[in-house]
């Protein structure tokens, strides 16, 4: 038998309290009796009766479990692998306050909404890097996240082919069925400007491991100029610098994969939507147990108690006969 509860102060200080209350009642019960010289031991009858309830009252307290059953418990899951650019048009200041620090927040409630699945983090511009790979750990996730900045790769453009190179590599190491490799997802979140020359080469890949690739992009059609130092970023001519959202990169990589595209422009934001859709991918059986199941029956041990409370109630007994 198992318990809900366990025996603390509680329960000693009732029963302390019961003992001492109903021994002085004896005491006085007794100590009349004698002075007239009557029987006075049908009040053990009673005594009984309560010591019973009171007894069954706290065990019903400390929630018994009994009850022998087996149930399956399944871990269903899936990997999902964030690739963020970090290049320095991220920088740019269409979305406020900061393309970046925008997708820092909305990654954190990605990692929230698949608290149960793996979540990893790859960034890159011309190259990429593992900033944290597949965990379930949430804390450790937007640790990484809240620390990620331009700085942390080349400043030498955008590549879409490391990063998707990286997270393929990474989510096919483990072996798994064809089926398993449905429940595996690749977010690219960038503003879409892609220099790239192999990218439509590990889109196939991508698409040929049943990968599920959906990409995000963050900018408007306008643009902004990017700070650099204490001015803007300029082009070898000395003329300013203006990066605006390439959506039809984005759009076209996610359709070679069979995957969808998303925006956040300075008029929608389509994270909520990713989310709902990521969501309604099944996810992978990843380990399948059986546990021994007992459930709380407190209430045989209270409907116990009511029953010889009502007995108390209804059946009197003269604890003292004259």
Known sequence: ???????????????????????LYLLKIIRISRRLSTPYKTVFIKLFFRTCFFALL???????????????????????MICVDLSKSMDAFDIQPTRLEKIKFEMKKIVDAFSSDRVGVIIFS??????CPLTYDQNALNLFIETMN??????????????LKMALKKLTEQEGTSAQQKSKVIILISDGEDFGEETDEMAREVEDNRIKLFT?????????QIESGRGYKTDQSGNPVVSKLNASSLKALASKTNGQYFEINDSKNDVSRLISTIGKIEGELRDARIVDVS??????????????????????????RI
């Open 150 to 163: 331009t700085s942390l790769v080349p400043a030498s453009g955008t590549d879409f082919s490391p990063p």
């Open 58 to 80: 706290i065990i019903s307290f400390l929630g018994p479990s009994f009850g022998g059953s087996k149930k399956e418990i399944k871990s269903v899951g899936k990997d999902i």
């Open 1 to 23: 038998m198992a318990w809900f509860r366990e025996f603390g102060w509680v329960e000693l200080l009732l029963i302390g309290l019961f003992v001492i209350f109903y021994a």
């Open 216 to 224: 995000l992009g963050v900018g408007t059609e306008r643009g902004s």
């Open 126 to 131: 011309s190259e990429a890097f593992m900033q």
């Open 295 to 320: 459930a709380n029956r407190y209430f045989y041990f209270l409907l116990a108690a009511l029953v010889l409370l009502a007995l108390d109630l209804l059946v009197s007994i003269r604890t003292v």
